[in-house]
């Protein structure tokens, strides 16, 4: 259980930010508790971009039927957070923006940066999300059965921990609007 989401059938328990003589929590044992509670499974398509698929049209210049590279799926755990990308004064605001002031939903995931292991994430690389309980890991071959939504990586940040250990991705992304 998560210290900075405690339960509520625990009063006793001491739920303030920085518990006994510690001046900080532990992020990596934080996170794997989020990650456990409120994680859910995603599959990552990490593309390897220095070889072509069979998909691959050297006249377009472009995958034509599928992706124009190979790829590798990865089954992991990860954290969904919605924003938007609204400027100006509806920032952080509850109502919807005036008109003419357009707000792009964007998708955050955090993802544990060893479960894609030897690959890293990177920009243009997919993330699928698909219907799935805890109860066991899925296998890609199951999952990509049952895709539900597809995002496009737009940025794929490191998040370092203490002594600059690389600890989890965040991959901003948002829904591909030509349908992929």
């Given at each position: 259980?998560?210290i900075?989401?405690?339960?509520m059938?625990l009063?006793?328990?001491?739920?303030?930010?920085?518990?006994?003589?510690?001046?900080?929590i532990?992020?990596?044992a934080?996170?794997?508790?989020?990650?456990?509670?409120?994680?859910?499974?995603?599959?990552?398509?990490?593309?390897?971009?220095?070889?072509?698929?069979?998909?691959?049209?050297?006249?377009?210049?472009?995958?034509?039927?599928?992706?124009?590279y190979?790829?590798?799926?990865?089954?992991?755990?990860a954290?969904?957070?919605?924003?938007?990308?609204?400027?100006?004064?509806?920032?952080g605001?509850?109502?919807p923006?005036p008109?003419?002031?357009?707000?792009?939903?964007?998708?955050?995931?955090?993802?544990?940066?060893?479960?894609?292991?030897?690959?890293?994430?990177?920009?243009?690389?997919?993330?699928?999300e698909?219907?799935?309980?805890k109860?066991?890991?899925?296998?890609?071959?199951e999952a990509?059965?049952?895709v539900?939504?597809?995002?496009?990586?737009?940025?794929?940040?490191?998040?370092?921990?203490?002594?600059?250990?690389?600890?989890?991705?965040?991959?901003v992304?948002?829904t591909?609007?030509?349908g992929r």
């Open positions: 259980m998560s900075l989401y405690p339960k059938d009063p006793n328990r001491n739920t303030t930010m920085f518990p006994g003589p510690t001046t900080g532990d992020l990596r934080e996170m794997d508790s989020i990650m456990e509670e409120y994680g859910s499974y995603i599959l990552v398509r990490h593309f390897d971009r220095t070889q072509h698929s069979s998909d691959w049209d050297p006249i377009a210049q472009e995958g034509v039927g599928g992706p124009g190979t790829w590798v799926d990865y089954i992991t755990l954290r969904k957070v919605i924003r938007s990308t609204a400027t100006g004064s509806a920032t605001l509850e109502h923006a008109m003419g002031l357009v707000t792009v939903p964007m998708v955050v995931y955090y993802i544990k940066w060893n479960t894609i292991y030897p690959d890293d994430v990177s920009n243009g690389d997919m993330i699928m698909f219907p799935w309980d109860t066991r890991a899925p296998v890609s071959e990509v059965l049952i539900s939504n597809s995002y496009e990586i737009l940025e794929a940040a490191d998040l370092l921990g203490d002594k600059g250990r690389r600890e989890y991705y965040m991959c992304t948002r591909d609007i030509g």
